[in-house]
């Protein structure tokens, strides 16, 4: 199969535009993006999804390194006699020692002519194009942020699918620097959680306060602490609403017009794509980062007969980051089961 006159003008001017956007004379060779049009690009990839939006995605000039949002883990404020003393002012910048590492991440699209000829009729096709693969792979980098577990030389999807072996997410952070941060099990059974009457948590408002207080003390009352809940758990307790007030119908009223429960464990509570089904995770959104090296963005577009279809390969290198581990704390979400 070939494009056919009308596809082939519409992937031109799809060609043509992305050379012009990077300002370089062809797309069929491999390109770098300058680090400014890289950043335009990443915020772009953050703009598609409302997570994205709330975490820091930060360019870097190196592959390795000192983590770049520096918090403030105790007080500045007090005073001295200066009669008597000097002045002193506290080092409380939150370097805890573990830096960033960023690795080779391939996000390469193949786009079938069969889709050119069905999107040739769009005149905005280079937009639509753009914007199908900045949403993907933003939605890719949510998952490798909750599920991602290893760095593979070569990634195997069909075993990973959730790209587990793309990158280290924030929960694989957690358990290797700050194991005490990430609760395994619950007292009732061995590796267990257990949600239930008779479990270690009668409820999940219950499961995320003990959660919350396993953030280190300087951090619990700054204001911006979230709870991140997985799905499961959320239906599960809304299921049990259901159960005991869907028959009053002022009750089920309010349910139905998810007005039930706006905060979990005292702290504002927000679900979001990819995240594991039955998890919880306490921590501030400008907590969590996605670092990506500005220099290493490249891109090539290859038209593949052999495969009847166009291919786009873009590489970057990036990695991810929780900036003050002590403000990060999590539950092993297969260790959940409700009773």
Same mark, same amino acid.
């Given at each position: 199969m070939s494009l056919s006159t009308a596809a082939r003008l519409r992937f031109s001017t799809l060609a043509l535009a992305i050379a012009s956007t990077y300002a370089v004379e062809s797309v069929r060779e491999e390109f770098n993006v300058s680090p400014t049009h890289a950043q335009t690009l990443n915020e772009k990839i953050t703009l598609s999804s409302s997570f994205l939006q709330r975490i820091n995605v930060i360019p870097v000039s190196e592959i390795k390194g000192e983590k770049v949002m520096l918090g403030v883990n105790g007080s500045v404020t007090g005073r001295t006699n200066t009669t008597n003393a000097d002045r002193v002012a506290r080092n409380v910048l939150g370097l805890d020692g573990n830096g960033y590492e960023l690795f080779e991440t391939h996000s390469d699209v193949g786009l079938k002519y069969a889709t050119i000829d069905a999107w040739a009729k769009f005149k905005d096709f280079a937009q639509r194009y753009a914007a199908a693969v900045q949403k993907q792979i933003g939605l890719d980098r949510i998952m490798i942020g909750w599920n991602g577990t290893s760095v593979a030389a070569t990634?195997?999807?069909?075993?990973?699918?959730?790209?587990?072996?793309?990158?280290?997410?924030?929960?694989?952070?957690?358990?290797?620097?700050?194991?005490?941060?990430?609760?395994?099990?619950?007292?009732?059974?061995?590796g267990k959680i257990q949600i239930g009457a008779t479990g270690d948590y009668a409820n999940l408002d219950a499961l995320v306060f003990d959660v919350s207080l396993m953030i280190e003390e300087e951090f619990r009352d700054g204001g911006d602490l979230i709870a991140i809940v997985g799905r499961d758990l959320l239906a599960y307790d809304k299921g049990k609403l259901y159960? %005991?007030?869907?028959?009053?119908?002022?009750?089920?009223?309010?349910?139905?017009?998810?007005?039930?429960?706006?905060?979990?464990?005292?702290?504002?509570?927000?679900?979001?794509?990819?995240?594991?089904?039955?998890?919880?995770?306490?921590?501030?959104?400008?907590?969590?980062?996605?670092?990506?090296?500005?220099?290493?963005?490249?891109?090539?577009?290859?038209? %593949?007969?052999?495969?009847?279809?166009?291919?786009?390969?873009?590489?970057? %290198?990036?990695?991810?980051?929780?900036?003050?581990?002590?403000?990060?704390?999590?539950?092993?979400?297969?260790?959940?089961?409700?009773?």
């Open positions: 990634t195997d999807r069909v075993a990973n699918p959730l790209l587990q072996d793309v990158n280290k997410g924030w929960l694989q952070i957690a358990r290797e620097q700050a194991p005490e941060q990430v609760m395994a099990q619950g007292t009732k059974a061995a159960a %005991n007030q869907g028959g009053k119908p002022t009750e089920k009223e309010r349910l139905e017009m998810a007005q039930v429960i706006a905060t979990y464990g005292g702290l504002p509570t927000f679900t979001c794509p990819h995240f594991p089904s039955k998890g919880v995770v306490v921590t501030s959104w400008d907590n969590l980062s996605i670092y990506f090296q500005d220099s290493s963005w490249r891109r090539q577009i290859v038209e %593949n007969p052999k495969r009847s279809q166009v291919e786009d390969y873009n590489s970057r %290198n990036e990695g991810y980051v929780i900036e003050q581990l002590g403000k990060f704390a999590a539950i092993e979400a297969a260790a959940v089961e409700f009773v």
